[in-house]
């Protein structure tokens, strides 16, 4: 479970901040997460005690080469398109550590007039929200080590995310573009809802199809049961294994935004 880290003076260097620590305890055969997945049988993911220190991603340096390789393993592992690194400065990037490795990476990127990776293959979706005042962001870049898959560490990473993009950021509606075979991943513990019909994703030469999720809907149900794994033992959405709104507040506060 996340476990907050000690507050830090101003006067302190942060980069790179740990934000939360999350033990994956259970043993729980995840589906494929993304584009960059496939059906790996895994049945025995890390029982270990060991926490997954998650943190910002910097710039540049041993780090962000070794994300870079993590992601470009899981697409090639596949066989998907080579997909070029990315430093946009409307980009984030969380990453879940062990021992000094990345496991697990996801990256936010937040609407601008640049507009998003996924306009390419959704402009039409992404212009409808934006009509309708949304201020979007896409999630992407999504990797993780088959050894490491944990639910708490999946929430980890969206959760963090989703902090950055909606409460500090001030976005509404979360899009993401996914193999069509994980579907069923999103839609029953992140509870996504499809938006656009399946099309071919350029940049990965792989099918794909739209995601939706408004912040809305994620704020609602962190309230509902937010830190409540405990309690709800048979609750199948992943958010119960999320922050409380009460530790997401203690977060939000010490971020320097």
């Known amino acids: 479970m996340f476990r907050k880290p000690p507050k830090l003076n101003a006067e302190e260097v942060r980069p790179p901040q740990t934000l939360a620590e999350v033990t994956a305890m259970e043993s729980w055969r995840f589906d494929p997460l993304c584009i960059a ?3 790996l049988a895994v049945n025995a993911p890390s029982q270990r005690q060991d926490k997954f220190r998650i943190k910002m ?3 540049d340096g041993e780090r962000r080469r070794e994300t870079d390789l993590l992601i470009q393993k899981r697409y090639a592992w596949r066989g998907y ?10 980009q984030l990037t969380m990453n879940a550590e062990l021992f000094g490795r ?14 998003l990776a996924l306009d390419s293959t959704y402009g039409i979706e992404a212009a409808r929200l934006r009509s309708q ?9 999504f990797a993780i080590d088959p050894s490491a898959r944990s639910k708490r560490l999946i929430i980890s990473l969206v959760h963090l995310l989703y902090i950055y993009a909606h409460r500090i950021k001030g976005c509404t509606d979360i899009l993401i573009e996914i193999n ?10 992140l509870e996504f809802e499809q938006l656009g019909a ?3 994703c350029e940049r990965v030469n792989a099918p794909a199809i739209l995601m939706h999720l408004s912040c809305a809907k994620i704020e609602r149900r962190l309230r ?22 009460d530790e997401e507040d203690e977060l939000v506060s010490r971020l320097d935004y």
């Open 57 to 59: 991603l910097m710039r």
């Open 81 to 90: 398109g080579q997909i070029g690194t990315e430093d946009e400065p409307n």
């Open 133 to 141: 005042g949304s201020k979007l962001c896409e999630f992407g870049r």
């Open 180 to 189: 069509p075979r994980h579907r069923a991943f999103y839609e029953r513990l």
């Open 224 to 245: 509902e049961i937010g830190g409540k794994w405990r309690e709800l033992p048979d609750e199948k959405s992943a958010y119960k294994f999320a922050l409380s709104p």
């Open 102 to 115: 990345v496991y697990a990476t996801l990256t936010v990127n937040i609407d601008s007039p640049a507009g």
């Open 198 to 200: 399946e099309r071919t």
């Open 37 to 39: 997945e496939d059906d």
